[in-house]
């Protein structure tokens, strides 16, 4: 892992009032760009070749004279074939000659080696680079570890198929979409051979992966992403802030709960089994006798993050959860950096959010408003890695 007082070098060379937020153009991209727009930041894009019209025309940032954005959020679009190119060593001293304070999204752990990130990628992090490993299932010490560590409820595991004996949830990748979910569901043994038979048919998921996956026990509820924040800087307040709560859609499995049961059931060949590759996002509230709960959640995950991935976890994080009959959570999936449903948050915030501070606060804007107080108080290096 790159050291910080290496990147604390990097930042010290940083003319930091011409400072810029940058962070691959994918994911949360906008949101990030708008929160910053927000706080007085320029933005930088990294955007890759056939994918960049999003980021360098639809929402181009266009300034008056006097600086002010009256239009878009994307003040700067960097165009590469390939976003692994990133590591490039001439494109991390452009990144650094430009001030640039680097926001970690899905897609840049996606599509840049995660190992070359920790040890190569020169560049200050707005977050803590040590977590990003623990989103990736399967490792020594994913999320499930610290969730452990940590004491905090997440879906039983099944650890032999032949033992499936209630609704399991089956996690693994999917073979043609490579960043996508090749999840299924199964209430037996039998059933779990004949639906994985089906989708290795269709070329949905690998044997390989297949014997990798992991299955969970399918928790009954719905689904909250609590979107939260930990702010190192804050000393009177409560440093945890919980700032919205969002849920998926997933194809084509909400095309499938809108149809009637009957109407499910004639579905056969490809159609029969959904997939779960999420498109889209919206925005939800929870009743507040569950809010406590909630912020009991990250309590304990951000004393485990401090307390085995020093120095913890920084800004954004989202846990992902489900809620049961009895309204007790469980979680199923964490990330430990900006969540991708934060966009719902853009511009408007979220009631969460913006009840705590007064104003439209979504993600983007607070983490903004983290790194200019960070400035502000000369106290940058406690929230890059």
């Given amino acids: 892992m790159i050291s910080r007082e290496k990147i604390f070098e990097v930042v010290e060379r940083y003319d930091l009032d011409k400072a810029k937020i940058g962070m691959v153009a994918s994911h949360s991209a906008l949101d990030v760009c708008d929160g910053a727009v927000e ?13 960049e019209k ?29 976003f692994k190119e990133m590591m490039d060593p001439k494109f991390q001293q452009r990144l650094t000659k430009d001030n640039v304070l680097f926001v970690p999204n899905r897609s840049f752990t996606s599509y840049v080696d995660l190992t070359e990130i920790e040890n ?6 707005v977050g803590s680079r040590a977590l990003l490993r623990s989103e990736e299932r399967g490792e020594e010490k994913d999320y499930y570890w610290i969730l452990d560590k940590a004491g905090l409820p997440f879906p039983k595991r099944i650890e032999d198929p032949s033992d499936i004996d209630r609704l399991v949830i089956v996690k693994l990748h999917h073979k043609v979409k490579k960043l996508e979910r ?20 269709h070329n949905v998921i690998t044997e390989s992966d297949l014997s990798q996956a992991r299955i969970e026990e399918y928790v009954v509820g719905p689904v909250f992403n609590l979107d939260f924040f930990y702010s190192p800087l804050e ?63 990250a309590e304990k995950y951000v004393k485990a993050t401090q307390e085995n991935y020093a120095p913890g976890i920084i800004g954004p994080f989202c846990l992902q959860t489900c809620v049961d009959k009895d309204l007790k959570f469980y979680i199923y999936d964490v990330a430990p950096r900006v969540g991708g449903g934060t966009n719902v948050h853009m511009w408007v915030g979220h009631p969460y959010g913006n009840t705590t501070w007064r104003t439209n606060m979504s993600t983007g804007r607070r983490l903004a408003m983290e790194v200019r107080r960070a400035i502000e108080t000369d106290q940058l290096k406690k929230i890059v890695t």
């Fill in 39 to 51: 706080e007085g930041f320029r933005t930088v894009g990294i955007c890759q070749e056939g994918r």
């Fill in 54 to 82: 999003t980021y360098a025309k639809y929402f181009k940032c266009q300034r008056d004279s006097n600086g002010k954005a009256v239009r878009g959020v994307v003040d700067e679009c960097w165009t590469l074939k390939k």
């Fill in 120 to 125: 190569h990628f020169a560049v200050p992090l």
């Fill in 182 to 201: 090749g999840f299924f569901t199964a209430a037996s043994y039998k059933e779990y051979r004949e639906k994985s038979r089906e989708l290795i048919f």
């Fill in 235 to 297: 000393n009177t307040m409560d440093r945890i802030e919980l700032l919205g709560v969002d849920w998926r859609f997933e194809t084509s499995l909400d095309g499938h709960v809108r149809l009637p049961a009957p109407q499910q059931m004639t579905l056969v060949g490809a159609q029969a089994t959904p997939e779960y590759t999420v498109c889209g996002h919206n925005s939800a509230t929870m009743r507040e006798s569950l809010i406590e709960g909630a912020f009991d959640l």
